[in-house]
């Protein structure tokens, strides 16, 4: 039931840009994606609720695709402060984070 | 600041004991979260309450319970510790029942657990 994220680890150099994959096995009604720097608590970025939405937050994006049953983050143009993991989540009461993703940007 | 507040922020105990994670969601939310975060588990879904009502379950164990107040606010209680229910706990908080669609959560800092 936890959704599988890809790549687990990833490091880029400030200004080069990501994508973070986000697939489940079981169908999705909407995706959720947090980011929790180290030692801290998640913290919400996005929810998509519709098959084929796209959603923007500065320039941290993402996409969903309910007949895949994927989502995908989009970071372009890091900076150091994207650093941290990223998860995606699904679910209603019932809620099931990803497997989660590392992202480190370095100077 | 989430508005989410959790106490204790640390906790060490001894196996077999007994302890009580405390929670307050945001002003006006009434639902719930509780979570576990362990280095080789990620976040698992404990469970969530809405009103005080219990609303769904997740991989909580028998040995851990919770309840919501009239007053909004949780405990998780964790029984008969062992080495492995080290962890962090996080309880989270929305506004509304989530429903299919899921809602915004909002992360209080956490309360790390140490069984020695």
């Known amino acids: 039931q936890q959704p599988v994220q890809s790549p687990q680890a990833v490091i880029l150099r400030e200004g080069e840009d990501a994508v973070i994959n986000c697939s489940s096995s079981k169908a999705l009604y909407s995706v959720h994606w947090y980011r929790q720097k180290h030692g801290e608590a998640p913290v919400f970025l996005m929810i998509l609720l519709k098959g084929g939405e796209q959603k923007g937050h500065d320039k941290i994006s993402a996409s969903f695709n309910e007949k895949k049953q994927q989502s995908s983050l989009y970071l372009t143009a890091s900076q150091l402060s994207y650093s941290g993991t990223y998860f995606c989540g699904t679910g209603g009461n019932q809620f099931y984070f990803g497997t989660g993703t590392s992202l480190t940007v370095i100077p | 600041d989430s508005g989410v507040t959790q106490t204790p922020k640390h906790l060490i105990t001894a196996t077999g004991q007994r302890v009580t994670l405390r929670c307050s969601p945001r002003s006006g939310d009434l639902s719930v979260y509780w979570y576990q975060q362990s280095l080789d588990q990620g976040l698992q879904f404990l469970i969530q309450y809405y009103n005080g009502e219990e609303r769904a379950k997740g991989n909580i164990l028998e040995r851990f319970s919770a309840q919501q107040f009239p007053d909004l606010h949780s405990e998780l209680n964790l029984s008969s510790l062992e080495l492995g229910d080290s962890a962090l706990y996080f309880c989270?908080?929305?506004?509304?029942?989530?429903?299919?669609?899921?809602?915004?959560?909002?992360f209080g800092p956490g309360t790390r657990l140490t069984v020695l």
């Open positions: 989270a908080s929305s506004f509304r029942l989530a429903g299919d669609l899921g809602n915004e959560q909002f």
